[in-house]
């Protein structure tokens, strides 16, 4: 996942929004993921985004996508501990293209 | 939801013995399974594309013999660490694809492999 790039920790009190940040290299990619993997588990999806669009919501979630600069970021509003976890962000060209990962980012909540 | 299964959720084994995994969806059938490898604290390294009825599709820099990949039906995709070293000790996770929801993957929950 060279490619893609993330801050490898952030840390937040409960309560608070999280934003969590990702770089990527390649402007081919249409696909643009988060996932969110808990200690012990599978990944699972949380949210994607295509790359004809800005900006994407989904209740806590919020996606932005800067395509010019190839950054997306990952707002978390109200983070709680069940949010601790580790969030990788991720690209693909086509939908039935592989798809290629971050390096992740460890987000603890403080209670 | 679709479902992803892996077996074993991990195992032990001896320098120089082979290991199977397996990946089945179990609620859907998937044409593309993708095989990572995540070794701890670190990403998902895609190592192959596995196509049902075809040979898989490798990533640059992962020994096509050494890990073999099977994909036999529409429900089950294998991976087999031949002549295993403890250099192959990871976390191995698959993934799949619903037909037409191409955009999500649905990831099993791995399988931690030891070699010793």
């Known amino acids: 996942g060279e490619d893609v790039e993330q801050s490898l920790f952030l840390s937040v009190r409960e309560g608070d929004s999280s934003v969590i940040n990702c770089t990527y290299t390649?402007?081919?990619?249409?696909?643009l993921y988060w996932y969110k993997q808990e200690p012990g588990a599978g990944l699972q999806l949380l949210t994607y985004?295509?790359?004809?669009?800005d900006m994407k919501q989904d209740q806590r979630l919020t996606v932005l996508l800067n395509k010019k600069d190839k950054h997306l970021s990952l707002r978390i509003a109200d983070t709680q501990t069940g949010d601790s976890a580790i969030y990788f962000c991720?690209?693909?060209?086509?939908?039935?293209?592989?798809?290629?990962f971050g390096p992740g980012t460890s987000l603890s909540v403080i209670p | 939801g679709a479902v992803v299964s892996q077996h074993p959720s991990w195992v032990i084994c001896k320098s120089g013995t082979s290991v199977k995994i397996e990946c089945r969806s179990l609620?859907?059938?998937?044409?593309?399974m993708f095989w990572y490898r995540q070794f701890p604290k670190q990403s998902l390294m895609l190592m192959a594309t596995?196509?049902?009825?075809?040979?898989?599709?490798?990533e640059q820099g992962v020994e096509k013999d050494k890990f073999l990949i099977n994909h036999a039906s529409l429900t089950l995709s294998t991976l087999t660490v031949t002549s295993a070293h403890p250099e192959d000790s990871s976390f191995y996770i698959c993934?799949?694809?619903?037909?037409?929801?191409?955009?999500?993957?649905?990831f099993g929950p791995g399988t931690r492999l030891t070699v010793t």
């Open positions: 991720a690209r693909g060209e086509t939908s039935y293209d592989k798809v290629i």
């Open positions: 993934s799949a694809r619903v037909p037409g929801q191409g955009y999500e993957q649905y």
């Open positions: 390649d402007s081919s990619s249409t696909y």
């Open positions: 985004i295509f790359s004809n669009m």
């Open positions: 609620d859907f059938q998937a044409t593309t």
């Open positions: 596995s196509n049902e009825g075809s040979k898989a599709t490798y």
